[in-house]
């Protein structure tokens, strides 16, 4: 099979789908991953496909890549957000202060950490709604205007919290070789005072987030010291993220034997 016969193959699957990993693609096209990464390259710089974090995305996957709504992403991929945040409450240790941010994954995570002798400080609307009639953890909330959509308080002019948290749980959008990425302009600003008070920063991101691309940067890459995401990891993507400098923890998912 010629390079251009392999390209036209590639652009011809992106048709039927967003996103395509260098594993799948070398599986389909029995050639080694530096001729399928040269492949994506070249696909990138002609402008037929978009290369991402472990793989290609078709350039309308790319373009239509928005944020959906907290009570809409809450009902995504359940399994795996809740195995994630199991694993992240095992970093936690009592007495602990720790800020957890927006996002469904980490709504799973403080759910559980409600009943911990610790303390939680948060700027997700959702979060503390909940955590105000349930459980034991010291709570504190960050001030500013609720913005519904991401379901988040924030006050450009509110100074950082005023205490050090041994970690900052974040969620994501997408994840790639530049950090944590967000399609809502206000996430990273929201995000910037915590990165500000934290001692490690802890990425709670399912595997369907590493193929995703969004607009705006909130975390860079050699900030994360930890991404925690599910068994449906690409091995193309942890390698990429360790060569980075990024502890990469895997949780198995619900019914998942390993």
Same mark, same amino acid.
């Given at each position: 099979?010629?390079e251009?016969?392999?390209?036209?193959?590639?652009?011809?699957?992106?048709?039927?789908?967003?996103?395509?990993?260098?594993?799948?693609?070398?599986?389909?096209?029995?050639?080694?991953?530096?001729?399928?990464?040269?492949?994506?390259?070249?696909?990138?710089?002609?402008?037929?496909?978009?290369?991402?974090?472990?793989?290609?995305?078709?350039?309308?996957?790319?373009? @239509?890549?928005?944020a959906?709504?907290?009570?809409?992403?809450?009902?995504?991929?359940?399994?795996?957000?809740?195995?994630?945040?199991?694993?992240?409450?095992?970093?936690?240790?009592?007495?602990?202060?720790v800020?957890?941010?927006?996002?469904?994954?980490?709504?799973?995570?403080?759910?559980?950490?409600?009943?911990?002798?610790?303390?939680?400080?948060?700027?997700?609307?959702?979060?503390?709604?909940?955590?105000g009639?349930?459980?034991?953890?010291?709570?504190?909330?960050?001030?500013?205007?609720?913005?519904?959509?991401?379901?988040?308080l924030?006050?450009?002019?509110?100074?950082p919290?005023?205490?050090?948290?041994?970690?900052?749980?974040?969620?994501?959008?997408?994840?790639?070789?530049?950090?944590?990425?967000?399609?809502?302009?206000?996430?990273?600003?929201?995000?910037?005072?915590m990165?500000?008070?934290?001692?490690?920063v802890?990425?709670?991101?399912?595997?369907?987030k590493?193929?995703?691309?969004? @607009?705006?940067?909130?975390?860079?890459?050699?900030?994360?010291?930890?991404?925690?995401?599910?068994?449906?990891?690409?091995?193309?993507?942890?390698?990429?993220?360790?060569?980075?400098?990024?502890?990469?923890l895997?949780?198995?998912?619900?019914?998942?034997?390993?």
């Open positions: 099979m010629t251009t016969e392999r390209q036209r193959q590639i652009i011809t699957m992106l048709e039927t789908r967003p996103f395509a990993t260098v594993r799948e693609l070398i599986d389909m096209l029995s050639v080694s991953p530096a001729t399928i990464r040269r492949d994506i390259e070249k696909l990138h710089e002609a402008g037929e496909a978009r290369k991402v974090f472990g793989g290609v995305a078709s350039l309308t996957a790319a373009a @239509r890549t928005h959906l709504p907290f009570a809409q992403s809450s009902d995504l991929a359940v399994d795996a957000k809740r195995a994630i945040a199991a694993m992240a409450e095992g970093l936690c240790r009592d007495g602990d202060m800020m957890v941010a927006g996002g469904s994954t980490c709504h799973q995570l403080g759910l559980r950490l409600a009943a911990r002798s610790i303390g939680l400080y948060t700027n997700s609307m959702p979060l503390a709604a909940a955590l009639t349930q459980g034991i953890c010291q709570l504190s909330v960050a001030g500013g205007a609720l913005h519904r959509e991401p379901g988040i924030y006050d450009p002019k509110a100074p919290p005023d205490f050090f948290a041994s970690r900052l749980f974040l969620g994501a959008q997408g994840v790639g070789p530049e950090g944590v990425m967000e399609s809502h302009p206000l996430l990273p600003k929201a995000t910037a005072p990165l500000e008070r934290a001692d490690d802890i990425v709670l991101a399912d595997s369907r590493l193929a995703v691309r969004a @607009r705006f940067l909130s975390c860079p890459i050699d900030r994360i010291s930890t991404l925690i995401t599910d068994d449906g990891v690409q091995d193309d993507d942890v390698r990429i993220l360790e060569d980075a400098g990024v502890a990469v895997v949780a198995p998912r619900a019914g998942d034997k390993t």
